[in-house]
Structures are given as C-alpha cells and as structure tokens.
C-alpha cells in the first residue's frame, strides 16, 4: 500500500496525466469542430457535400486508431508536414472523434420534431435563426449524455498516443513498471488516475445536465425540500374536468354563440381587397394528386372555413399559401405577392423566403400547437418578436404579456408548453400567431387534438378575433356548428378539389352537391341535412 500511494503521488506519473489531459481535450476540442462541420455536410441540401462526409466517416471510423496516430506522425513528414509527438496524437484524435460526434450531432438534430422547424418557419424565421434558436437549444440538451461517453471513450484511446513514443500516463505507467518490476502497484495507481478523470468527466456531464433542465425546482423549492418540517402543498394531477375548470369553460361561450350580423358582414367584404388569389393550384406527393386544380379568392376581413375528409387537401392547402410546401404548378399571391419568387419568377433562397413571410404577414396556428418545448409560454411569444421583427426585449415581454392576458393565460406566462393543457397550448399558439400583426391567419385543424372539455375556450378566442379584429381567416375544420357560426364563407374540398363554396349559413344546413350533403351527415350530430 505505502508503494501504491508512493506511485500515485509520483511527479513522473502526474507528468503523464498532464499529457492525457492535453491529448483527450485537444482531440475532443478539434473532434467538436470537425464534427459540426461534418455534420452541416451531411444535413445539407447539396448533396455533393453529404457524399463527402459520409465518405469521410466511412475512412476514420473503420480504421483504427492506432494506424491513424503512427500515420501522423511518420506518414506526414513525407509531405512536408512535421508534427511532434503531441501534435499528431491530438490531430489524429481529432480526425477519429470527428464523425463520431457529426453522427451525435445529427441524431439529435433530426431527433427535435419537424413541427418545430415548420412553427419556426410559419414566423418568417430564417433557417440559421431556426437552427440557432430553436433546433440546437433542443438537441443539445439530448445529447449531453452521448458526448459525455464520447468523453470518456477519448480519454482512453489517448492511451494509443504511446505508439509515438508521446509520454503520456500508459506509456510513462509501462515505462516505470518495466524499471522497477512493481506492475501490479503502478498499474493499479495508473487505473485510478484513468478512474479519476473518467469521474470528473461524469461529474461534468451531470452539472451540465442539471444547468440544462428545465423542470429543475427553483432554489426556494430545493431549501424546502431539506425542510421537512414546514408543510408544503402538494401538487395535485389535473384531470379532464379539472384542466377544463382552469381553462374557465364556465365563463366560456354557451352552447351555440350568438348569430353573426350577415348582412352588414356581407355589405363590408363587398367592399373589401382580395388579399388571397390561387390559380389553378396542382400538388402531388409522389403521384397521388393531393391538390388538383384549386382556384380560390379571399377578400380582406373574411373567414372562410374549410371542410373535408381527411386527405382532401384542406391542410396542404394552408400550407402551401404560406409556402411551407411546394408545389408542381399553379399560383398563389398574398396581397399580390408571390412569396416563393421574385418579381422575375426565380425561385427564392429559403433566407428570402422567410423574409418574405415576414413581410407579407401570415399568422399560422398548427394542429399539433408546435409550441417551442423548450420556452415558456411568454417566451414563444417575445422570441419570435425579437428574432424576426428586431423588437427590444421589453416591448416584445409587454407584447406577449398583452396578448396572454387577452387569450387568459398571463397566470401561466412563465409555464413551459409541457406543463399547459392542449387547450392552453392551443391558446398560446393562437396568441403567438398574432403577435406581429399578420394580416391572414391560417389555422390547421385548431380544435382536432383537444379534449371535448376544452374545445370551447379556444373556439370563443377564434371567434372573438373574426368579431373584433376583422381578421382574414382561412380554418381547416370538422367543428360544422362552429364553421356554421364563426365563418362567411364555407369550401368544401374532396380529392384536392373544390366541390362546393358558399355562404357558411347556408352550405352548413342546406348544400347543393350530394357530396356534401353525405360528408355533413356524417358529421352532424343533429337532424339530417337536405341536400
């Protein structure tokens, strides 16, 4: 034991973890590099790019290691490029962890779902302001405990570095033991150094960990919680009826909302702009058709609701006004712009794109909500605000506070999406959508993937903003008593097609096309409708 402590303390091995240390962070620090510019390769639109990449991963991570350092460091030479023993250990660890960390680092970029990109998009954010802001926050923190093994497994293929003669721990460890006989001391000593540093390498991870959680309890909780004896309130789990008390459906709208004015809605949209104008729009996937042939006008304050099976086109269509699809051909202006080209008809970067629906100005408000899952309700609101429309951070917390308060969720401002009902959620997407003032807002399925319970607040925000703000909205819907209510106008789409367009009122209780009238029954819970 007295010889083990001896080699433990022993500067010669300390030297030799010094070593260690410079080669592991080196390699990890060049890998971490390399592998974020592997990893932009391999998640490119050029395709030449991610063919190089992969052919690069294929290279260094099917040769070993060893052959890479000895390379280095004798191979180079030959071309001019003298390297010292250090320098090539840690330029070899570099180039080996490198597609290692790219394929870490690329797992966990298409790990965050796609709804986040397309929120992101739908808010006029460039694709690095979405990258940057959005996608990586999320990715990260999912890839903390792959890096941390990738930590530790640089930090013993150091050990290959003795190849080269580059002192570091096993190569000094080998070099002790072979002078004084004593392996099993020096070896068990040179262990615990590995040991050691392994260990501080997991203590890392963890507070990183902990720094990036953002359920953690807040200080105040953590000092209660090693308090047992002051009494603390215990959460309790929100059921249906409960999340339906807090959302307040008690005050909410009654059963049918009170009748629109038509006629003076009618005589105002008569006198109204076009802002939305499609001709002749074709989309397929593949070669199943999904759009064929859409023609469609909508006038500047109108509310047009959009129904039809599901696989119709209804919300292909909405995502093709604020181009976040494609499409074979066809046109689409929003208040006379074209957002996908130029005046010439080239096509646009997609920077230019995203600066085009930031000043065209259309809101979307997804099915599945699309909230940042990694910001707090007030944030989904102020970010964009900053990110795109370059306000101050204190004008865009008054905005987004302002629209919680008129959506009724200032109570839940600092709430993270997780901890929202669907229709809280679908509230603070509603009230993210109208943050920059767009002037159309689409809304894709809005109620779908709520609780019947709270299908009521949402549906009375939507309708207090068609009454209030005379905003141009386009509602991809089931909700018929709601189309009924809320929308002047109502399409019916099947196949891609429009199969009928009328006055909501009327098209709801009494449509023209047998199509229609099969596809409302269906759906109508009361008395049959004539066709």
């Not at 008390?245 to 009618?266: K, N």
Request: aromatic letters at 6%.
């Amino acid at each position: 034991m007295e010889l083990f402590l001896k080699y433990l303390t022993q500067p010669y091995l300390l030297t030799g973890i010094l070593y260690t240390v410079m080669i592991t962070v080196g390699g990890l620090f060049g890998g971490a590099l390399m592998g974020m510019v592997l990893a932009w390769m391999q998640l490119s639109r050029y395709r030449v790019l991610a063919v190089f990449a992969r052919i690069y991963a294929i290279i260094f991570r099917g040769t070993p290691l060893i052959l890479q350092m000895v390379f280095a460091y004798n191979a180079l030479p030959l071309i001019g490029i003298k390297l010292s023993a250090l320098e090539a250990a840690v330029l070899a660890l570099s180039f080996n962890e490198a597609p290692f960390i790219a394929e870490i680092i690329r797992a966990n970029i298409l790990g965050v779902d796609r709804g986040q990109t397309s929120a992101g998009q739908a808010l006029g954010m460039r694709p690095g302001t979405i990258m940057r802001r959005i996608v990586s926050p999320q990715a990260f923190r999912m890839m903390v405990p792959a890096l941390g093994n990738e930590a530790v497994s640089a930090l013993k293929n150091s050990s290959l570095a003795s190849v080269i003669s580059m002192q570091e721990l096993t190569l000094r460890s080998t070099q002790l033991a072979s002078s004084t006989f004593d392996f099993f001391s020096i070896f068990f000593a040179s262990g615990l150094m590995y040991l050691v540093l392994a260990g501080l390498i997991a203590v890392l991870q963890i507070i990183i960990e902990i720094a990036l959680d953002l359920d953690r309890p807040k200080p105040q909780d953590r000092l209660l919680s090693l308090m047992p004896w002051i009494r603390r309130e215990m959460p309790v789990a929100q059921t249906a009826s409960a999340a339906a008390a807090e959302e307040g459906l008690e005050e909410c709208m009654p059963a049918r909302l009170p009748p629109l004015d038509r006629a003076a809605r009618a005589r105002t949209l008569a006198k109204a702009k076009t802002v939305l104008k499609i001709e002749g729009l074709v989309k397929s996937y593949d070669t199943r058709k999904v759009l064929d042939g859409v023609d469609l006008e909508v006038r500047q304050g109108q509310v047009v609701a959009l129904l039809g099976p599901s696989g119709s086109g209804k919300s292909t269509l909405l995502r093709c006004i604020n181009r976040l699809e494609g499409w074979d051909s066809g046109t689409i202006k929003v208040l006379g712009r074209h957002i996908g080209v130029d005046g010439n008809g080239f096509a646009l970067s997609p920077r230019e794109i995203a600066d085009a629906r930031a000043e065209v100005g259309i809101g979307m408000v997804f099915q599945n909500f699309n909230l940042f899952g990694h910001l707090s309700a007030r944030e989904n609101i102020a970010g964009p605000l900053r990110w795109v429309q370059g306000m101050s951070a204190a004008e865009a917390d008054r905005r987004a506070m302002e629209l919680l308060e008129r959506v009724g969720l200032t109570h839940r401002a600092d709430a993270l999406p997780r901890h929202l009902s669907g229709g809280q959620q679908q509230r603070v997407a509603i009230a993210r959508a109208l943050a920059p003032n767009p002037k159309m807002l689409l809304l894709d399925e809005p109620t779908s993937a709520l609780d019947p319970e709270l299908v009521a607040g949402v549906l009375q925000v939507i309708r207090r903003l068609a009454e209030e703000d005379g905003l141009t909205m386009l509602i991809s819907t089931h909700q018929i008593g709601f189309a009924r209510d809320v929308a002047d106008r109502a399409i019916f789409l099947d196949q891609g097609s429009i199969i009928e367009d009328g006055r909501a009122d009327r098209m709801l209780t009494h449509p023209e096309n047998p199509r229609t009238a099969r596809f409302l029954q269906i759906l109508s819970d009361d008395t049959p409708l004539s066709a």
